[in-house]
């Protein structure tokens, strides 16, 4: 049901029970300081939010962007535009840049995406919605035991969707978000490869029950685009999958507030796992790669 807010001509609908809510009677080009804080509040409250028929110029969307944080180009995607800060993706028909397996933006990068403003310009006339999950939620539906456990646990996220499987970095499974101090599972499927602490194979285990889990209807919100609609979504707490389900062209703009770095929700007392030298040990590669690396710039600063 939408309610209309006592102190804004602004109109919230909640979209699911567990997140999402599309927000009317505001024009994004136009936004005052009064408004970028309560679209803060709406944020924080709904994780992700829809506002329909914005259709916004993309200096327009750059500046609204610039109200929530530092812009900053895609680090891992060459697109030669004249605005670093702001690209285009196009797909058609299954092909094309589709971000169609769960993650959070950039999660590869030791300052991980704290947002994201997209543009929906053009939109198939079925399928190609936009699946968001609630991170808060899957953290706090998990069993007691099982959250102690991933609290002291970290994890080795990279670049390979990318094709830089050099680029790594490590973050808590569980993080603090900064501004509501509520804890969120802080791992998904498209970056993560490596549960630090933990050998290979109970890795394997815990990553799989832990991307199933995430996964699940009941922590969803879907949404069906229109174009000129923009969505705006914290990425320090939520997930979020594109259904390739669609024929014809789509067509998103998009730029990103960086600079996050994620807080732990409990310091680990575990030492990083790594098998001694036999056939298995070939899993340990890239985190012993990494291990290796980090150690030399703690050195060299």
């Known amino acids: 049901m939408a309610q209309a807010h006592p102190h804004s001509?602004?109109?919230v609908s909640r979209l699911s029970g567990s997140l999402g809510a599309e927000i009317r009677g505001l024009r994004l080009s136009q936004v005052t300081?009064?408004?970028?804080a309560r679209i803060r509040e709406l944020l924080n409250e709904h994780l992700v939010l829809f506002f329909p028929d914005q259709n916004l110029e993309p200096d327009e969307h750059?500046?609204?962007?610039?109200h929530f944080g530092e812009l900053e180009r895609h680090p891992n995607l060459s697109l030669d535009t004249e605005r670093p800060e702001f690209f285009?993706?196009?797909?058609e028909g299954g092909a094309g840049a589709i971000a169609d397996e769960w993650h959070s933006d950039l999660s590869c990068e030791a300052q991980p995406s704290v947002m994201a403003v997209l543009q929906m310009v053009k939109c198939p006339e079925v399928g190609g919605d936009t699946l968001w999950a609630n991170m808060y939620k899957a953290f706090e539906e998990l069993s007691p035991p099982m959250q102690t456990f991933c609290e002291g646990l970290s994890a080795l996220h990279d670049a390979h969707p990318h094709g830089r499987p050099e680029k790594m970095a490590t973050h808590p499974v569980v993080r603090t978000h900064p501004e509501t101090g509520r804890k969120s599972l802080f791992v998904n499927e498209h970056f993560t490869r490596r549960i630090v602490e933990l050998g290979h194979q109970e890795s394997e285990a815990l990553?799989?029950?832990l991307t199933r889990w995430i996964g699940q209807a009941r922590f969803n919100v879907r949404y069906r685009w229109q174009a000129g609609t923009i969505s705006m979504w914290d990425n320090r707490c939520t997930q979020h999958c594109v259904l390739n389900d669609f024929e014809g062209e789509r067509i998103i703009q998009r730029v990103t507030v960086m600079g996050d770095i994620p807080e732990a929700a409990s310091r680990s007392s575990w030492a990083p796992h790594i098998?001694?030298?036999?056939?298995?040990?070939?899993?340990?590669?890239?985190?012993?790669?990494f291990l290796s690396r980090d150690k030399s710039r703690t050195v060299a600063e």
Not at 33 to 36: D, F, N, P
Not at 88 to 91: F, H, I, K
Not at 277 to 289: I, K
Request: glycine letters at 6%; a positive charge.
């Open 88 to 91: 285009e993706l196009r797909s």
């Open 207 to 209: 990553l799989g029950f």
């Open 62 to 66: 750059i500046a609204l962007g610039r």
């Open 9 to 11: 001509p602004l109109t």
């Open 275 to 289: 098998k001694p030298f036999s056939a298995l040990s070939r899993h340990d590669r890239q985190l012993q790669d």
């Open 33 to 36: 300081t009064e408004q970028v």
